[in-house]
């Protein structure tokens, strides 16, 4: 059963230090997505990504969030330095396109004190 | 024009009503129009999905209505029950300009009570 993975589930850090988030994404999907929701703002996207390559990071605060992806298996979203807006759950997502499914990893809730 | 507005916030239906959640948007050029649904603690994953060449798509209890001229487009659930207790999210994407973004709406959370 193929399924999005995401470490950590739960994140409890304080104001100003380095936040790392991990995505697997399905094998062989070539397009990866971050998300964040927030009862605010509801479901943002924050970067995508297709073949590794970023493709639109616009949602995305640059001076202080970026994404990456090291090899194919493997996606990264760093906040530094964390700030307590960025309390959120932080949704990893693959699929083979932006117009078809879509498959969402559980998240990784995060809380900045 | 990006936005995708939905309504209602919450909605309480009992075992065996129909509920309908509607969304409208601005963008004409937007041609993929998904319903996703999350249950607490989860994910969202694809429900159902529809593009503007048709009028309406229906998978089991769940049918999508979509008016093209009106910019609207609506959820329907048949003989609702307990179990469909989620928060659904209507989006929409367009491939042209480039980015093919998914844009979702606010959300409407269902309650379904027995």
């Known amino acids: 059963d193929a399924r999005v993975t995401q470490t950590p589930r739960h994140k409890v850090t304080e104001m100003g230090q380095e936040v790392t988030m991990r995505c697997q994404p399905i094998?062989?999907?070539?397009?990866v997505f971050w998300y964040r929701q927030t009862m605010m703002q509801g479901l943002e996207l924050l970067a995508y990504?297709?073949?590794?390559?970023?493709?639109?990071d616009s949602g995305m605060p640059k001076d202080r969030f970026s994404a990456e992806m090291p090899d194919a298996t493997l996606a990264t979203l760093k906040i530094q330095p964390s700030e307590p807006r960025d309390s959120a759950v932080y949704f990893c997502?693959?699929?083979?396109?932006?117009?078809?499914?879509?498959?969402f990893g559980p998240g990784t809730r995060l809380l900045v004190l | 024009q990006q936005q995708v507005k939905q309504s209602p916030q919450s909605l309480i239906v009992q075992k065996g009503g129909i509920s309908i959640i509607n969304c409208a948007y601005e963008?004409?050029?937007?041609?993929?129009f998904p319903w996703y649904q999350q249950f607490p603690g989860k994910g969202p994953a694809l429900l159902i999905a529809?593009?503007?060449?048709?009028s309406e798509k229906k998978e089991g209890r769940f049918t999508i209505s979509f008016n093209k001229s009106a910019k609207q487009f609506s959820l329907h659930i048949m003989d609702s029950q307990p179990g469909d207790s989620a928060t659904y999210f209507c989006?929409?994407?367009?491939?042209?300009?480039?980015?093919?973004?998914?844009?979702f709406g606010k959300g409407t959370k269902l309650t379904v009570n027995p």
């Open positions: 997502a693959s699929g083979w396109a932006t117009q078809e499914t879509q498959y």
């Open positions: 094998l062989g999907h070539n397009t």
């Open positions: 990504f297709r073949n590794r390559a970023p493709l639109d």
């Open positions: 963008n004409t050029a937007f041609d993929y």
């Open positions: 529809i593009r503007p060449d048709v």
């Open positions: 989006a929409a994407s367009t491939q042209q300009g480039g980015s093919e973004k998914l844009v």
